[in-house]
């Protein structure tokens, strides 16, 4: 096996791979409702933007296998 084929086949880029739909759809509502937000905290800019970016992208994850677990239990909810 290749680098690439490594690259490829780890469990970080199989997840974002099979749930990419849902991470599309979710981060952009994540981006518009928590952006308001992100200036909130009293420290330099820089760390104001890698808190709001670290804070969207977890939130992100987490909203997105909610969302597929409630696919699973309500099927109208599934994304195919």
Do not use: M
């Not at 952009?28 to 952006?35: E, G, L, M, N, T």
Request: glycine share 2%; net charge positive; with cysteine.
């Amino acid at each position: 096996k290749g680098h690439i084929s490594r690259l490829l086949y780890n469990r970080l880029t199989r997840f974002i791979a099979d749930y990419s739909v849902e991470i599309f759809l979710i981060h952009f509502a994540v981006i518009k409702y928590a952006s308001p937000f992100a200036t909130f905290l009293p420290v330099p800019f820089i760390f104001q933007q890698i808190t709001f970016v670290s804070f969207a992208v977890i939130l992100t994850c987490l909203s997105c296998y909610i969302w597929r677990r409630l696919g699973r239990r309500f099927p109208v909810l599934a994304v195919k």
